[in-house]
């Protein structure tokens, strides 16, 4: 059996539908572009029917993105098939994915059909997308609970009817990794034509089991895994790619079997999707959590220094990470900071963007001794991901302690005018944003907002995320200083040149 195993990145269609997460085209084509460096199979890059905006995100990534295939997502509809094709059928490798539930509850409650009618509109809908694009997926959604004699049948006409990926999705992560493997076992068994299309699985996370299950379907003949970057997707999330990868390659002895992905771009890339989406990434989680390659036990450490691999199953270079010999502080020159840059990957920054850098370089390292990686890469990432500033803040004063009202006074520059504005609130963060949402005259809904130390020391970088909410749109942004009050106020104003530039990027642009 073909022992190589295609990973299906959904991290910008499922992992889109974390909560709390909006990704615009920008965002997308970034992780696209990263993803293409990892060297995934496939990309889902979205959902077109879902709305303009994810068309021409979609649209995006089809165009630009050049090896992996490009999957849309669509109902078993025409329309939404149609869409699904006009957004990708510019891709060099364009992927129509169908579904359409087929369990009891689903079918009866969700999509009030009658099993026989699942089955002739699955049918005409594999035909539809086959008629479209060369290349079709077909998902039976909430696969595990659909009674197997009727998902076999579906199964089966889809695969006549075209298909040649069929995809298994634990929708509601119910299963169990044996129970699982036997599912999927019992699929090549049954399935007569099973032969002419590939097996794929789809496992959500919620009993925590979603990347044990993808594995014991791997064992079982499944040859393409869908997952997401740090486990992101609806609810408790998707199988974790970079944890499916590791294991697949660490485990090789185990599985037979082999991927495609360059694994020293995991961390990089992790670090890229929890950067865009504003989703943390806990410290112990496997393969890219910051502990996943600390040893704190003195047992442990000593048994590392004499021989990694008593406590280490694979290197930390495998996944990306490198220590770097070089320390930067503020007697560095432009040339260091640049072959540094480099070094970290970051190769070909436009001109402007790395004098910007070194600016906030040479700022930082005025108040922080050593200036580390994880500060420079932050640094990049700021500036990188910066759209146009239609709001600038100028200016901020906060009064605060644990007997008084808290008052900030902020200036904001914008459109021509200098704004100054005061307002109280419960601390000095709470306070900031108010007098920001007075002087910009704009009132969001503060969906998220946390903060979080980068690196360490107590002159450590304090990095805010906020994420505001406008008509039912989220919009994610960071800011960065050692001061935490103004990384929050140049988050909340950064979240706010993201809603306008997203409103009305032309005018945007114009500042
Ligand atoms: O979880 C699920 O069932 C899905 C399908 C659309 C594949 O995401
Ligand atoms: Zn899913």
Not at 168 to 175: A, E, F, H, K, R
């Amino acid at each position: 059996m073909e022992n190589r195993i295609y990973i299906f990145d959904t991290t910008l269609r499922d992992g889109e539908q974390t909560p709390k997460v909006s990704l615009n085209i920008n965002d997308k084509l970034s992780i696209a572009k990263q993803l293409e460096k990892l060297n995934v199979d496939v990309i889902e890059a979205g959902f077109p029917a879902a709305s303009n905006g994810d068309f021409e995100a979609v649209k995006a990534v089809a165009n630009e993105i050049k090896s992996p295939h490009i999957v849309a997502l669509a109902r078993a509809l025409k329309s939404d098939i149609q869409t699904a094709w006009n957004a990708i059928d510019d891709a060099q490798k364009p992927r129509i994915h169908v579904f359409i539930a087929t369990s009891d509850l689903h079918m009866k409650y969700k999509l009030k059909m009658k099993p026989q009618e699942v089955l002739k509109r699955a049918v005409d809908m594999v035909r539809y997308a086959k008629s479209l694009c060369p290349s079709v997926e077909f998902s039976p959604e909430d696969a595990t609970r659909t009674r197997p004699e009727f998902l076999y049948k579906v199964l089966e006409a889809a695969i006549d009817a075209g298909a040649d990926i069929v995809n298994i999705p634990d929708t509601v992560g119910y299963s169990t990794p044996s129970q699982y493997g036997a599912f999927i076992k019992g699929i090549k068994e049954n399935v007569f034509n099973i032969d002419k299309a590939i097996i794929s699985v789809h496992c959500h996370d919620d009993l925590g089991m979603a990347v044990a299950n993808s594995l014991a379907a791997v064992e079982n003949g499944a040859r393409q895994v869908e997952c997401a970057m740090n486990g992101l997707g609806e609810r408790a999330g998707n199988a974790a790619l970079e944890e499916i990868v590791m294991a697949i390659k660490t485990r090789a002895d185990l599985f037979n079997c082999h991927t495609g992905i360059v694994t020293e771009e995991l961390t990089r890339t992790s670090k890229l999707v929890s950067h865009i989406t504003g989703m943390q990434v806990q410290n112990n989680k496997a393969v890219v959590g910051a502990n996943a390659f600390a040893h704190e036990s003195g047992i442990h450490q000593h048994g590392v220094l004499n021989c990694r691999e008593t406590y280490e199953i694979m290197t930390p270079e495998s996944v990306g990470l490198k220590k770097s010999s070089i320390v930067l502080g503020k007697h560095s020159g432009r040339h260091a900071f640049v072959r540094h840059l480099e070094e970290l990957g970051y190769k070909n920054l436009d001109k402007d963007k790395v004098n910007e850098i070194f600016e906030e370089f040479k700022n930082l390292a005025d108040k922080k001794k050593d200036v580390s990686d994880e500060d420079i890469e932050s640094l990049v990432k700021n500036e990188i991901f910066q759209v146009p500033e239609v709001f600038n803040l100028k200016y901020y004063q906060v009064s605060t302690g644990n007997t008084t009202v808290s008052t900030s006074t902020v200036r904001l520059e914008y459109e021509g005018k200098s704004v100054s504005e005061a307002s109280c609130g419960d601390g000095p963060v709470d306070a900031t944003f108010k007098a920001i949402e007075k002087a910009a005259g704009i009132k969001v809904n503060l969906n998220d907002y946390f903060i979080k130390s980068v690196g360490y020391g107590k002159d450590a970088l304090g990095e805010a995320t906020v994420k505001v909410e406008k008509d039912d749109k989220i919009f994610s942004a960071k800011g960065l200083s050692t001061d935490i009050v103004e990384a929050s106020a140049k988050a909340f104003v950064n979240a706010m040149n993201k809603m306008y530039y997203e409103v009305s990027p032309e005018k945007a642009a114009a500042y």
